[in-house]
C-alpha cells in the first residue's frame, strides 16, 4: 500500500508589527458587546451600572489602554519637507548647473551671461520647489480634522456620583450619560435608551438619524438584514456597526437621552479604526498618473542632459581646444539647451488655469495634478447620499384604490403644470401619475397633511428674527422658485411629506382648516403617530378627525376598514393581502413607507379632555385605512445621463454605500449604475459587507486576492452596507488590477478611501472637515453631473498638455544643435545660453499656456480613458515628431537666417568651418581669390591677442613709451613698409604666415633674431618669391630694424634679446590663417582689427538665428492646437489667448532685438529690417507639413501603421 507524502507546510511571511496593526484595520473591530445583554456587559468590564468605575479601576484602565485620543501620525518636519523638494531630477539638475554658472563667473567676470544665467536657474528652481512644498504640505491638514471631532466634556458616572470630565480622561468601562445635542465621546453600548436617535451620517452615510435602544442584538439578525438571505446555523455573526445599540466615537445624539458603557476609547475606537486608515492609505504609490509621466520625462531629460554635459565638457578639455572655464559654459550651455526650464511652470499655470475653468462647473480643485487625473480615470467609486441622491427624503409613489401611483415632485407651479399635463405619462416604474382630485387620494393627502409638525422655515436671513418671511402663495407662482430645497423643520421624512402636501394644496391652509386638539407624537414602541383634529370645512356638527401615520403594519393592525373609489369598505383577506403586495412591492424599491389611516370619533365632543397616560382615553383602533405613501431619497436630475456620459467614455461606476442593499440596488438601477440586463447576463453584481467580511476571511493570499479579482471582473458593481474598511480595500484592490480610482465622499468614513484614491472628490455642502482635507477635489454643489464634467475637462487638459510639452520640445533642437556644431564643426556659436533662457521661460510661455485654453478637436467623452502605461504624457512619437520633425526644421530654418545675415556682413558660409571658438575671442584675417578677386576665399586666426603685449614690452624695457593695449587685440597692418614692427606678425603685405612655424610669426623676439643663423638668408631670399609661403617671415627691411633694435646701440637694456613677444603662441592652432591674410570686417579688408565690430556683428547674426526660431516657434504654436483635424476644420481664431500669446511671443522678440538695455544683457545686437524675411518659405513650409501629416492620419485608420507613426 503506497503512502502519500504529506507536502511541506507553506511558511506563510512574518510580517511585522506595522504590517499586522494595518491588516488588523482592514477588518471589523473586535466588538461583541452588542450581543451580550447589559449585564453581562458590564460583568465583561467589571464596573457597577449604577456606580461606575473606582478610581483604582480607571487609573489601571488608563495605564492599560492610554487616554482617550487619536495617536497623531508621524511627521516630517516642514523644513526637511521643504529641503526634500529639491532631491529630484530636475532641481538637483538645475542647482548644479547655477552653481557651475556662479563658478565659471568667478573664474572669469568678463562675462556677465554666466551670473545672469546662475540666478535665473536659481529662482526657477526655488520658485517650482516652493510650489510643491506648499501642495505637499496640505495633506498633512487631514489629521488636525479628527482633532476638531473630539467631545470637549461628557457626563460619566465614577464611585457613585456624577462629574463632567474631559472625553479625553473616559477609559473602558466608564458609564456615560448623554442627551440629545450631545456628542458621543467614545464607543458605547447602550444601557438606557429613551426614544433615542443618533446621526450616524459622518460614518455610514445614512441620511436619517438612527433608532438606538439598550436591547440585546441576537446574533444573526443584521447578517440577514445587510445580506437579504438568513445565516446558516450557528454561523450568523452581527457586525458592531450595524447594531442597534451601539454608539460611536464622534456621532451626534438627535433626540432622546439614555446612559452608556464605554467600550473603546482612542485608537480603540471606530473612529480611531478610520484615523488609522487614513494614516496607512498614505502609503503606497498613489501619485497621479500626470506626476508619473512629469517625474519619468525629468529623469530622461536629466540623464540626457548630464551625459550630454559631460561628454562635452570631456570633449573640450580632452582635445584641448578649450579652456577650463570655456568648456565649463558649454557644459552648462549644453545641461541648458537639452533641459526645458519653463516646462515646469508651464504645465503648472496650465493646470491653474484648468482648475479655475473647472470651479465654474462647481469643482474646486485642490491639487492642481488632480485635474488630468480625472480624465484617466478608469473607475469612480461613488458614494449614494448626497452625491448620486439628493440627500433629502421625497415622495415617490402611493397606493391607493390598489393601485400603485407614481407622484411627481415639481419645484414651482410651472414644474407642476408641465408635469401633470400628460396625463399618461408613466413614471420610472410604469405607473401613471396619481390624480389629486380622486376621493381616495383627497383623503389620503388630508391625513399625510395634518399628522405632521414639519413645517417650512421661511425666513430670509436665518440670524436674523426680523428677517422678512417668504409668501409660499407668491412665490410658488415663480418658475425660479424651489420648493424641494426649502428647510423645514421636523425630520426628513416629515420634511418629504410636507413638500407633497404643498404642491397639491397648501398646508398652512389646510391646517388652519383643520386645528389640532391633541396629538401622540411618535416613538420607537408605538412606531406611529396620532393626532386629533376639528374639521371646519365638514358640515356643523361633524365629530372630531382622528388621524395615524406611521409603519404600515402598524397602521393595518388599527384598521378595520379601508376607504377605496372614495367609499369605505370593510377589511377582507383579500385586501390585505392587496397590501402586502403592494407593501412588499414599495419596499422592494429601497424606498421607506408609510401607512395612513382616519377615523371620525363619534358621540366625542371636540373640547374633550384627550389623554395618554397611562393609556388613552379614547379609542385608537377601528380606523379607516387611507393608503400608502413611499418616500426616498430621489436620484439627482442629470446623474442618469451622466452615469450614461461614463459608460459611453468607458468608465465604470461603482456604488460603494453603506445603505441597505435593496436602497442602493434601488437607486442603481433608476440611474444605471447596475441594469437588469447586466444582472442576468452575470456582468453586474450587488455586494454586501457581509460578503467582503468572508472574503477577508480567506486566509491564503492568492485565494483570497482571485476572489477580489472576480467581483472586480463585473462591469457594474454595487457595494451596499460597507464599513470605512471595505471602502479602502475596494480601492485598494482596483488600483492593483491598475484601474485608475476616483473616489467620492462627504463623511468621516470616507477619508481613508478618499485620501488612498487617485484623485478623491468630497462634497462641498454636506462633507464633513476631514473629508474635504483627505480629498484633491470638492464638488460644490454636491452633484455627481459635475464629475463627468471633470472628467472631460481632464482628459482635455491631457490633449492640451500634450500640445503644450509638444509645442516647447520643438525648441530644443534649434537650441542643442548650435553648441554641438560650435565644437564638432567649429561653426561660429548661433545661440547663446541666455537666449536659450529667452525662449525657455520667454517667448514660449504665453504660447505653451494658451495651448490650455485649446478646445477640443474630437468627441473626447466615447473614447476610452488613457493608460499611464501605454499612453503616457511624452512618449516616442511625440518625442520623434518634435526633435526630429519639426525641430529639426526650425533648426534648418534659424541656421538658414543665421548664414544669411553672416554672408550679408561679408562672411560667406564656406569660409565658418572652424572659427567657431576663436570668433569672439580674437580677430579674424582672411584672404580672397587675388587678381582683383574682392570675394574672400578663407578666414583665420593668426596671434595670440589676449596677453597684454604693451604692457609686457614697456616692463622689458621702462625707457620706451609703449601703450598697455598695443597689439591687445592684434597687431595692426601698416600701409608701407617702411612703418612696419618687425616683431609683428602683420605686415604691409598681410599676416606673415606659419610656414616657419608658430615661434617665427607669433614669438620673435631679438633672441629669435640672433639665433637663426643660415635660416636668416633663406628667409630673406623667399621674400623675393611672390608665391612663397616663406616670403613675408622676414624681409630685408626687417633685418635693418632688427639689427638696430637688437644689435645696435638704439636701445640699451640688460634683457634686449627678450625685446619683442616671448612666448606668445596662436590664437587658434586649428585655425591658421594664411600667409598674406589681412584684416577684414563690414565686408572689405582693413588695416587695423576690430575684435568688438567682429563680435557686434555675431551678435547681430545670434539675434536673427533667435527671431527665427521664435518665428518658427508662432507657426508650430498655431499648427499645435490639433493633433489630427485641419487647423481649417477646428478654427484658428476660437482660442484666442493663443493668438495673444503668439502677439505677445512676437513683441518680445522684437525688444530683444531692438531693445539698447536688453541687448546688454541678452548679448544681442539689432537685426537688418530684411532679415525678417528669410522666415516666410520655412512657415509655409512647417504648415503644409504639419497639415500633410494630419491629412494621411485622418486617412487612414487610427491602428495602421502609417497613422500610428505620424500621430503624437
Known amino acids: 500500500m503506497e503512502t502519500k507524502e504529506t507536502p511541506p507546510p507553506v511558511l506563510k511571511p512574518q510580517l511585522s508589527k506595522k504590517q499586522l496593526a494595518k491588516a488588523q484595520r482592514r477588518k471589523d473591530l473586535p466588538i461583541d458587546e452588542h450581543e451580550l445583554t447589559p449585564a453581562d456587559c458590564c460583568k465583561k468590564h467589571e464596573v457597577d451600572m449604577q456606580a461606575g468605575l473606582t478610581g483604582s479601576q480607571v487609573a489601571a484602565n488608563r495605564l492599560k489602554h492610554g487616554w482617550n485620543r487619536l495617536t497623531p501620525p508621524k511627521s516630517t518636519p516642514g523644513w526637511l519637507l521643504y529641503l526634500l523638494q529639491y532631491a529630484n531630477f530636475f532641481s538637483i539638475l538645475l542647482v548644479a548647473g547655477g552653481l557651475l554658472c556662479f563658478i565659471a563667473y568667478g573664474i572669469d567676470g568678463s562675462d556677465v551671461s554666466n551670473l545672469y544665467l546662475g540666478i535665473i536657474l536659481e529662482v526657477v528652481v526655488f520658485i517650482t520647489s516652493t510650489f510643491s512644498y506648499v501642495q505637499e504640505a496640505k495633506s498633512n491638514a487631514i489629521m488636525l480634522g479628527f482633532k476638531n471631532m473630539v467631545p470637549k466634556k461628557c457626563k460619566v458616572v465614577r464611585d457613585g456620583a456624577t462629574a463632567i470630565l474631559d472625553a479625553a480622561d473616559l477609559v473602558p468601562g466608564d458609564i456615560v450619560e448623554y442627551q440629545e445635542g450631545d ?192 480624465g ?57 401619475k396619481l390624480d389629486p382630485t380622486n376621493p381616495t387620494f383627497v383623503m389620503l393627502h388630508k391625513v399625510a397633511a395634518i399628522c405632521s409638525n414639519s413645517d417650512f422655515m421661511l425666513s430670509t436671513n436665518a440670524l436674523d428674527p426680523a428677517a422678512p418671511m417668504l409668501d409660499m402663495a407668491v412665490e410658488w407662482q415663480k418658475s425660479d422658485f424651489d420648493l424641494l430645497g426649502l428647510q423645514c423643520t421636523g425630520d426628513a421624512s416629515e420634511s418629504g411629506l410636507l413638500k407633497m402636501v404643498q404642491f397639491v394644496r397648501d398646508a398652512k391652509e389646510y391646517r388652519t382648516k383643520l386645528p389640532k386638539l391633541f396629538e401622540i407624537k411618535f416613538n420607537s414602541t408605538n412606531k406611529w403617530q396620532l393626532s386629533v383634529h376639528t374639521d371646519l370645512e365638514a358640515p356643523a356638527g361633524s365629530p372630531p378627525l382622528m388621524v395615524l401615520k406611521g409603519a ?65 382615553n379614547f379609542p385608537t383602533d377601528g380606523l379607516t385605512f387611507a393608503g400608502l405613501i413611499s418616500l426616498m431619497d430621489p436620484p439627482r436630475e442629470g446623474v442618469l445621463e451622466a452615469v450614461a456620459t461614463c459608460k459611453r467614455a468607458h468608465v465604470r461606476v461603482y456604488m460603494v454605500t453603506g445603505d441597505h442593499p435593496i436602497t442602493a440596488t434601488a437607486i442603481a438601477r433608476e440611474i444605471g449604475i447596475l441594469d437588469m440586463h447586466m444582472e442576468k447576463s452575470g456582468r453586474g453584481i450587488v455586494i454586501s459587507g457581509d460578503n467582503l467580511r468572508d472574503v477577508m476571511e480567506i486566509e491564503d493570499e492568492v485565494a483570497r486576492t482571485a476572489e477580489w479579482d472576480r467581483i472586480l471582473s463585473h462591469e457594474q458593481i454595487v457595494f451596499a452596507r460597507v464599513t470605512p474598511a471595505h471602502k479602502l480595500l475596494i480601492v485598494e484592490n482596483n488600483q492593483r488590477l491598475g484601474q485608475i480610482v476616483a473616489v467620492t465622499g462627504d463623511g468621516v468614513n470616507d477619508a481613508p478611501a478618499l485620501k488612498r484614491a487617485n484623485i478623491g472628490i468630497s462634497m462641498g455642502i454636506s462633507g464633513k472637515d476631514v473629508s474635504k482635507e483627505a480629498a484633491d477635489m470638492i464638488l460644490m454643489d454636491d452633484n455627481f453631473a459635475s464629475i463627468v464634467n471633470g472628467i472631460e475637462e481632464g482628459r482635455l487638459i491631457f490633449d492640451n498638455l500634450k500640445k503644450s510639452i509638444m509645442y516647447t520640445l520643438t525648441s530644443k533642437p534649434p537650441e542643442l544643435i548650435p553648441f554641438l556644431l560650435w565644437v564638432a564643426a567649429r561653426l561660429p556659436l548661433s545661440l547663446s545660453t541666455i537666449l536659450i533662457l529667452a525662449v525657455d521661460i520667454g517667448t514660449d510661455m504665453l504660447p505653451a499656456i494658451g495651448l490650455a485654453y485649446e478646445h477640443r478637436e474630437s468627441a473626447i467623452m466615447l473614447r476610452p480613458p488613457r493608460s499611464a502605461q501605454k499612453d503616457p504624457l511624452v512618449d516616442f512619437p511625440l518625442l520623434l515628431y518634435t526633435y526630429i520633425h519639426i525641430g529639426v526644421i526650425q533648426c534648418i530654418a534659424a541656421y538658414y537666417g543665421f548664414f544669411v545675415a553672416l554672408n550679408d556682413y561679408g562672411y560667406p558660409p564656406r569660409i565658418l568651418l572652424g572659427l567657431g571658438l576663436g570668433w569672439p575671442l580674437h580677430p579674424l584675417i582672411c584672404t580672397n581669390g587675388g587678381a582683383g578677386d574682392a570675394a574672400i576665399t578663407s578666414c583665420g586666426f593668426g596671434c595670440d591677442s589676449s596677453s597684454n603685449l604693451g604692457a609686457q614690452l614697456q616692463s622689458l624695457n621702462p625707457a620706451l613709451n609703449i601703450n598697455a593695449n598695443y597689439c591687445s587685440q592684434g597687431c595692426f597692418q601698416p600701409p608701407t613698409s617702411a612703418l612696419q614692427d618687425p616683431f609683428s606678425e602683420m605686415t604691409s603685405l598681410g599676416f606673415r604666415g606659419f610656414a616657419a612655424g608658430a615661434v617665427a610669426v607669433c614669438a620673435r623676439t631679438c633672441e629669435w633674431y ?65 600667409t598674406g591674410a589681412m584684416h577684414y570686417w563690414d565686408g572689405s579688408f582693413q588695416s587695423a582689427p576690430d575684435l568688438e565690430r567682429q563680435r557686434y556683428i555675431l551678435q547681430a547674426c545670434q539675434c536673427v538665428y533667435f527671431v527665427t526660431v521664435v518665428l518658427c516657434k508662432g507657426i508650430t504654436a498655431l499648427t499645435s492646437k490639433t493633433r489630427r483635424l485641419s487647423i481649417f476644420q477646428h478654427g484658428i481664431r476660437r482660442n484666442r489667448f493663443l493668438l495673444y500669446g503668439i502677439l505677445c511671443q512676437l513683441i518680445l522678440a522684437v525688444i530683444i532685438a531692438y531693445a539698447p538695455p536688453l541687448n546688454i544683457v541678452f548679448m544681442t545686437q539689432p537685426m537688418a529690417g530684411q532679415h525678417w524675411a528669410l522666415f516666410i518659405p520655412f512657415f509655409i513650409f512647417i504648415f503644409c507639413y504639419d497639415e500633410t501629416r494630419k491629412f494621411i492620419i485622418r486617412s487612414f485608420d487610427a491602428t495602421h501603421v502609417i497613422a500610428r507613426a505620424l500621430y503624437w
Open 376 to 432: 484617466c480615470t478608469t473607475v469612480i467609486a461613488s458614494d449614494k447620499t448626497g452625491t448620486l441622491t439628493q440627500n433629502r427624503m421625497t415622495v415617490q409613489h402611493c397606493w391607493y384604490d390598489n393601485t400603485l401611483f407614481d407622484i411627481p415632485a415639481p419645484r414651482n407651479e410651472v414644474q407642476r403644470v408641465q408635469m401633470m399635463a400628460d396625463k399618461e405619462a408613466k413614471g420610472f416604474q410604469g405607473w401613471f
Open 1010 to 1074: 640672433n639665433s637663426l643663423g643660415p635660416l636668416k638668408d633663406t628667409y630673406v631670399a623667399a621674400s623675393a618669391d611672390p608665391a612663397s609661403d616663406f616670403r613675408l617671415i622676414l624681409t630685408p627691411g626687417d633685418v635693418t630694424l632688427f639689427d638696430t633694435y637688437c644689435n645696435g646701440n638704439a636701445v640699451v637694456h640688460e634683457h634686449s634679446n627678450l625685446y619683442g613677444f616671448p612666448g606668445r603662441g596662436t590664437a587658434d592652432p586649428d585655425a591658421f590663417a594664411e
Open 183 to 374: 456628542a458621543v465621546p467614545a464607543d458605547l453600548r447602550a444601557l438606557e435608551s429613551h426614544n433615542l436617535k443618533v446621526d450616524n451620517s459622518a460614518l455610514t452615510g445614512e441620511s436619517e438619524a438612527q433608532e438606538r435602544n439598550a436591547d440585546t442584538v441576537v446574533p444573526g439578525d443584521s447578517h440577514k438584514a445587510a445580506s437579504g438571505k438568513a445565516p446558516e446555523p450557528g454561523v450568523g455573526w452581527t457586525p458592531a456597526i450595524e447594531a442597534g445599540n451601539m454608539l460611536w466615537f464622534s456621532t451626534i445624539v438627535t433626540s432622546g437621552h439614555g446612559k452608556g458603557l464605554v467600550i473603546g476609547t482612542g485608537d480603540n475606537t471606530m473612529m480611531g479604526q478610520i484615523a488609522g486608515l487614513v494614516s496607512d492609505s498614505g502609503d503606497g504609490d498613489t501619485k497621479p498618473p500626470l506626476i508619473q509621466d512629469i517625474d519619468r520625462f525629468i529623469r530622461w531629460v536629466s540623464a540626457a542632459a548630464i551625459t550630454l554635459g559631460i561628454a562635452f565638457l570631456g570633449t573640450g578639455l580632452g582635445l584641448g581646444v578649450q579652456t577650463v572655464v570655456q568648456s565649463l559654459v558649454y557644459c552648462i550651455s549644453v545641461i541648458v539647451a537639452t533641459v526645458p526650464e519653463g516646462l515646469l511652470a508651464t504645465l503648472t499655470v496650465a493646470l491653474a488655469l484648468t482648475a479655475k475653468r473647472m470651479h465654474t462647473k462647481s469643482m474646486l480643485v485642490k491639487f492642481l495634478q488632480g485635474v488630468e487625473t480625472l
Open 552 to 616: 404600515p403594519e402598524k397602521v393595518w393592525e388599527r384598521c378595520t376598514h379601508i376607504i377605496s373609489n372614495g367609499e369605505v369598505h370593510p377589511l377582507t383577506p383579500e385586501w390585505e393581502a392587496k397590501f402586502t403586495e403592494a407593501y412588499e412591492k414599495l419596499g422592494s424599491l429601497g424606498e421607506r413607507v408609510l401607512g395612513f389611516a382616519y377615523r371620525q370619533l363619534d358621540g366625542m365632543a371636540h373640547d374633550y379632555p384627550y389623554d395618554d397616560q397611562p393609556t388613552p
